[in-house]
């Protein structure tokens, strides 16, 4: 029955000829190889967490592993939440059944129904009494010790990843569970999920290049969302004073270990509230799903080959520190007080890297992003940033900066959030700034018009559900925390 006993040697090609030479037999025994409905009593998971003797049971999985010694077997049977051992006794079957045993491999999914035992070894176990074929698999497993050894080929075939690594099937589990506590944790604190188009005339909400299609019908051009912001806003105008949205946003950029050009973004708005209390609501959350998914407030990370790198410390209460201070303490006191070509020079010096473009918040932000933000590893809401790099956010007393945090855990952007800008007139000046000259393609006049019907004061936040997700887990990349990234095609 086990190939990779019988077997070792054997080519995927020959594999795959045994496993269909035993398709055509089990059709030839008059079973249909790949099943139909199944009635079960619990999965593999459910029966092992609440597991007792003596309990008359059906359950369905894959067959994860076996060991076939003749007269009877043992064999893990399982899915992506768990696997729990069952037992055949061979020698008790009929003729066909013996017959429609031998031509069922690891791989193969079937239901079983038989009491529960334990083992001399206390391993719960199922004494199977029937099993049913439910569908034939016609390629070999990866390697039920090791799982996938290469990375390209655990993204390029996410089911095999699956398959073979529990760890991996249990990270996206608990991605699914957190996205889920999320939706709990704002929905009892009376926010209301709402959906935006992923369709717009105007790609708007953050500074970055959409992808652009064509709706043939309407005859017009129209982009994927890089951002909700626009229309949630149109819902506070609306009287909609607490809602959220978990929503995918798409950008037509670089692909890197921390950037995926489709990805899951939490976007939530309070009216009446602003980006000090905002704040205080993602500290509290974040916590929250640290202490129920993550087994405390302490996350280690390692690197791809299993090193551990840090620990991530989530106890509360999260530094807050003015973006300005923190730019002084890596690039000089006097930073901004000198020229923006005394600034470049200063680049120069401690290593940060310019391009010649690039106007003097730029610059600014450059030495945030290498010195500060790259080097930051436990929470950190950097506050009160240039108002040049915000343009959404209500401008604090003296015009210089904004209402504003970013979030920066482990070297990286988690969530920003804003006290949101609600004036009409300033926000239309500053998107048009924004657009340098290109109004008409860049700017969104229509939610100019929705302002100006009355938008409360309200505080805003974004979370990158996928970064979220790879801080509160210790994944190395976002590639994996997500099901399928986006590769390039195989062979390029």
Known sequence: ??????????????????????LAKLRELGVDPFGSKFETTSTPAELRDTFSEGKQVTIAGRIIALRDMGKSVFFQLGDANGSIQGYLS???????????????DRGDWIGISGETFLTRTEEPTIKTES???????????????????????????????????????????????????????????????????????VAGGAAARPFETHHNALGMPLTLRIAPELFLKRLLVGGFTKIFELNRNFRNEGISRRHNPEFTMLEAYWAFSDFEEMANMVEE????????????????????????????NLQRPWKRANYHDLIKEVAGDDFFDITPEQRRAKCDEIGVQLSENMEDYEVVQQVFEKKVEEHTFDPCFVTRVASELVPLAKVTPGGKTVEVYEL?????????????????DVQKERLEHQAGGEEEQKVDYDFIETLEHGMPPAGGIGIGIDRLVMMLTGAPTIRDVVLFPLLKKKGE
């Open 1 to 22: 029955m086990s190939e990779a006993t019988n077997q070792p040697q054997s080519t995927e090609a020959e594999l795959i000829a045994v496993r269909r030479e035993k």
């Open 90 to 104: 061979v020698k008790n079957l009929e003729e066909d059944q013996k017959a429609i045993w031998k031509c069922l």
């Open 131 to 201: 099993f049913t074929v439910l569908s034939k698999s016609l390629r070999p497993m990866p390697d039920k010790f090791h799982g996938l050894s290469d990375r390209e080929t655990k993204y390029r075939k996410r089911h095999l990843d699956l398959i073979g690594n529990q760890d991996s099937a249990t990270l996206f589990i608990t991605r699914s569970k957190m996205i889920a506590e999320i939706r709990n944790f704002l929905q009892e604190r009376g926010f209301l999920e709402v959906e935006t188009p992923m369709l717009q005339s």
């Open 285 to 312: 959350m974040t916590c929250h799903l640290a202490e129920k998914f993550c087994g405390g407030l302490n996350i280690e990370h390692k690197d791809e080959e299993g090193n551990l790198l840090r620990t991530i």
């Open 408 to 424: 920066i855990i482990n070297g990286q952007e988690i969530s920003p959030g804003y006290s949101e800008l609600n004036d009409p």
